[in-house]
């Protein structure tokens, strides 16, 4: 089912380009479009639970993105297709991933299974014609996070890891985060994260270290300022 979805979108023409779009009302039917188009596919390619999920990240991003002043449907479409290679065989998501011309890391070589978000950024640029830096960077980082990533990239690295459907995630958690600055909440998460990880004794990306120490300087930065 994946590989014969994956062969027909590939096979599309015409493609718009998401970063063109304005909020002119012809522009945002484009990107409504677009959106339905990764849903569609989203939902044909992830089992029921992952499409849930899928859904509650992709709305959970566009009320970041309000809440922190950035495009809220650009992020909805990140939401919508971050996992939409998560479960496609191992042999195609690597060709996929390794298209973005970045090396296979250590952790990535071991499970293949963490290249998904490199994969679907990918398949979003290339089978979707969406050539949108922003969103595509956002899919692509994930799942490790990467130092110097965009306010808009952070926020679908937020999502993915507090949209409601997480088992530890309540009302009132969720509530408690408004207090912080996107920068505060990103680093929050990263931490979580890492303690996570180390907790069941898995090791931690280098890149998710870098993005901690980065996080904590900029949190500093910020402070000083006042």
């Not at 718009?16 to 044909?44: C, G, H, P, W």
């Given at each position: 089912?994946?590989q014969?979805?994956?062969?027909s979108?590939?096979?599309?023409?015409?493609?718009?380009?998401?970063?063109?779009?304005?909020?002119?009302?012809?522009?945002?039917?484009?990107?409504?479009?677009?959106?339905?188009?990764?849903?569609?596919?989203?939902?044909?390619?992830?089992?029921?639970?992952?499409?849930?999920?899928?859904?509650?990240?992709?709305?959970?991003c566009?009320?970041?993105?309000?809440?922190?002043?950035?495009?809220?449907?650009?992020?909805?479409?990140?939401?919508?297709?971050?996992?939409?290679?998560?479960?496609?065989?191992?042999?195609?998501?690597?060709?996929?991933?390794?298209?973005?011309?970045?090396?296979?890391?250590?952790?990535?070589?071991?499970?293949?299974?963490?290249?998904?978000?490199?994969?679907?950024?990918?398949?979003?640029?290339?089978?979707?014609?969406?050539q949108?830096?922003?969103?595509?960077?956002?899919?692509?980082?994930?799942?490790?996070?990467?130092?110097?990533?965009?306010?808009?990239?952070?926020?679908?690295?937020?999502?993915?890891?507090?949209?409601?459907?997480?088992?530890?995630?309540?009302?009132?958690?969720?509530?408690?985060?408004?207090?912080?600055?996107l920068?505060?909440?990103?680093?929050?998460?990263?931490?979580?994260?890492?303690?996570?990880?180390?907790?069941?004794?898995?090791?931690?990306?280098?890149?998710?270290?870098?993005?901690?120490?980065?996080?904590?300087?900029?949190?500093?930065?910020?402070?000083?300022?006042?």
């Amino acid at each position: 089912m994946f590989q014969t979805g994956f062969t027909s979108i590939l096979q599309k023409e015409n493609c718009m380009k998401t970063n063109d779009f304005s909020s002119s009302s012809q522009n945002s039917f484009n990107i409504e479009e677009k959106i339905e188009q990764v849903r569609l596919y989203a939902q044909s390619a992830e089992k029921q639970s992952r499409f849930e999920h899928s859904e509650r990240t992709a709305k959970m991003c566009e009320t970041l993105a309000l809440r922190y002043g950035l495009d809220g449907r650009r992020a909805f479409l990140a939401g919508i297709g971050h996992d939409i290679c998560k479960e496609c065989p191992d042999p195609l998501m690597i060709t996929l991933a390794v298209g973005d011309g970045l090396p296979v890391g250590v952790l990535e070589s071991k499970k293949t299974a963490l290249l998904h978000g490199r994969a679907a950024a990918q398949l979003l640029k290339t089978g979707f014609c969406i050539q949108d830096d922003e969103v595509i960077e956002a899919v692509q980082n994930h799942t490790f996070g990467k130092k110097g990533m965009s306010d808009f990239a952070k926020l679908l690295f937020i999502a993915d890891k507090i949209e409601p459907g997480r088992e530890h995630m309540t009302p009132e958690r969720l509530k408690s985060f408004e207090k912080f600055s996107l920068n505060e909440l990103t680093f929050l998460i990263v931490q979580e994260n890492i303690d996570y990880l180390q907790s069941k004794g898995k090791k931690v990306a280098d890149v998710t270290f870098e993005l901690y120490e980065y996080l904590k300087q900029l949190i500093k930065e910020e402070s000083r300022r006042g």
